[in-house]
Antibody, heavy 121, light 108 residues
């Protein structure tokens, strides 16, 4: 059974940094694209970043590009999101999700339970 | 970036009703669309991908249709456990993906 478990969320001051992690089990981790998706309180889903299985391709939503870095360690089955220059607009639950890649892309078929990030003085 | 517009943003329905949610994209995406269900405090659950392929374990009362820029999620015979928020998502512009704004299905 595929399991994704996020950690690292918490309260951080504006301008601060935080590193989120996601540990995966029950899958051959290096075979899959992975993504981070966030959800601000009471709002919809927003894709944040994705990374290819071998780490060679990464992409970000414009609002975090240059501030966030997605990375992975396939030896440890882990996915990270390093976040810098945080603002209140980054307050959200952050989900780690696996991409079921087929054809030229794919849906997010497994999700973690999420880790909450609050940016506040 | 491709924009996804869901309608309605919310609806009220009764158990047993047939519910239809639409998702319109700002340009054609073929069939690169997925639908998710989300309940409060839980992560989204994949229902349908490729516009009409039902994810394993999803009840047959859920169906998806459409291609190009217009898509539909239909729930036949709404069940109590179906009251939730539904999102569409496009994956035509990989690795960038985008979600619709969501449709909340509430009990009438």
């Amino acid at each position: 059974d595929v399991q994704l478990v996020e950690s690292g969320g918490g309260l951080v001051q504006p301008g601060g940094s935080l590193r989120l992690s996601c540990v995966a089990s029950g899958l051959t981790f290096s075979n899959y694209w992975m993504s981070w998706v966030r959800q601000a309180p009471g709002k919809g889903l927003e894709w944040v970043a994705s990374i290819k299985g071998d780490g060679s391709v990464k992409d970000y939503v414009d609002s975090v590009r240059g501030r966030f870095t997605i990375s992975r360690d396939n030896a440890k089955n882990s996915l990270d999101l390093q976040m810098h220059s945080l603002s209140a607009e980054d307050t959200a639950v952050y989900y780690c999700a696996r991409i079921y890649y087929y054809d030229t892309g794919g849906p997010l078929d497994y999700w973690g339970q999420g880790t909450s990030v609050t940016v506040s003085p | 970036a491709i924009q996804l517009t869901q309608s309605p943003s919310s609806l009220s329905a009764s158990v047993g009703d047939r519910v239809t949610i639409t998702c319109r994209t700002s340009r054609g995406i073929g069939r690169a669309l997925a639908w998710y269900q989300q309940k409060p405090g839980k992560p989204p659950k994949l229902l349908i991908y490729g516009a009409s392929t039902l994810e394993s374990g999803v009840p047959l009362r859920f169906s998806g249709s459409g291609s190009g820029a217009d898509f539909t999620l239909t729930i036949d015979t709404l069940q109590p456990e179906d009251f939730a928020t539904y999102y569409c998502q496009q994956f035509n512009t990989y690795p960038q993906i985008t979600f619709g704004g969501g449709t909340k299905v509430e009990i009438k």
